[in-house]
């Protein structure tokens, strides 16, 4: 990022303040998806997916190794404690 301004959507804030709130834990898809988007959409795996990449994209440095966003195969997602 450089010190450099980042927009952030509502949506990839949410997701992004979630994880910091739980940073070094592992959240379930199903958790983040319920907390960001609502109980109404806990089965959609595809927006958490969509927006994780996108939240990559604009604050890693090597988005394809993150260092941060990490994601934990088969369970969720989870901010690095660093």
Known sequence: ???KDVHLTPIEY???TTLVRHAGRVLSQRQLLKEV???AHTDQAH???VYMGTLRRKLEQDPARP????TEPGVGYRLAAE
Do not use: A, K, T, V
Not at 67 to 70: A, K, V, W
């Open 37 to 39: 988007w609502g109980p």
């Open 67 to 70: 260092r941060y966003l990490l």
């Open 47 to 49: 927006y958490l997916r």
């Open 14 to 16: 949410r997701l992004l």
């Open 1 to 3: 990022m450089d010190g």
